[in-house]
């Protein structure tokens, strides 16, 4: 356990942040599994639709700093390279 009050207030912002940063990172792959399960259903303007949204949701994790910026944008070109197999 922390000795000082600093380090104590440093560990007790460390479980926040962990939590804040699980319920982004959760938002992210639920947003990533619409887009996919609209994929594997075939269903190209639904998977259409889905991908702004996950776009915007993996953006804000990343201007969070939950992810990095070179992540979101694996992230974001891999769901767009799926809908574009489905839909050429």
Known sequence: MANT???LKRA???VVRTKRNAAVKSKVKTAARKVQKAV???KAEEATKALPQAASVID???SKGVLHKRTAARKKARLARQINRISG
């Open 60 to 62: 804000r994790a990343a």
């Open 12 to 14: 007790q912002l460390a």
């Open 40 to 42: 594997a259903a075939g």
């Open 5 to 7: 009050k600093s380090a």
